[in-house]
């Protein structure tokens, strides 16, 4: 996280991405509250005075690794991040899209492998849990390709957000915090907001944005 600092630090200005999934994309099940990348554009952009500062959400439900590859030179290469905040696996991890484990760390270390051809830092992140017995076709296999985000972090040095681990500490909130049984409602993407906040070092509990109330 210390080159994430220095970006901060930076009187340049940052281009920032969010790439992922329906999670990411925060559609329908925030039900009009805002989705954590817009949490972190009134952090950065207004309260720390960095207005200059870009952020984009490419992030499209229904996606796996396998789009974002496809698709990464529409959505990330043409505009150039310093660093782009990937949430994936969620879908990678359901037997329906017949997206192996093998698979799925192969594409995130190709992402990873991407995102150094144009020099962007990936922030790599967990996600939140299933709600117990609710998926047959996701849960069994979630908590693995979970693992082999924290391993593809580990193994390219990269900064890791572990929201799953996080989320899983705090299992007597996941009800307030879902909207259904793997997508998180408005308080959910704030504890995600939060989150990153502390993992970055820019939680202020005096701001407007951490002060918001999560169940």
Known sequence: MQRITKFLQ???PVKWLFYGDSI???AVHTFGAR??????DERVRFEMGRVTDVVINTAISGNT???LLAEFDWRVRQFAPQVVFVMIGMNDCSTTRNLPAD???????????????INALPVLQTTCPILPNTTPDREPYFAEYMQIIRDVADANNLPLV???HYWE???DKL??????PFHPNGEGHLAFAHLLFREMGIFDANSNVCRLFVP
């Open 10 to 12: 930076s009187t340049d």
């Open 24 to 26: 990411t994309h925060g």
């Open 35 to 40: 989705d954590y990348s817009e949490h972190f």
């Open 65 to 67: 690794t396998r789009q």
């Open 103 to 117: 698979e799925f760390r192969q594409n995130l270390q190709q992402l990873c492998n991407q995102f150094a051809e």
């Open 162 to 164: 572990d929201h799953h």
């Open 169 to 171: 500490e705090n299992r």
């Open 175 to 180: 009800y307030y915090w879902m909207s259904n």
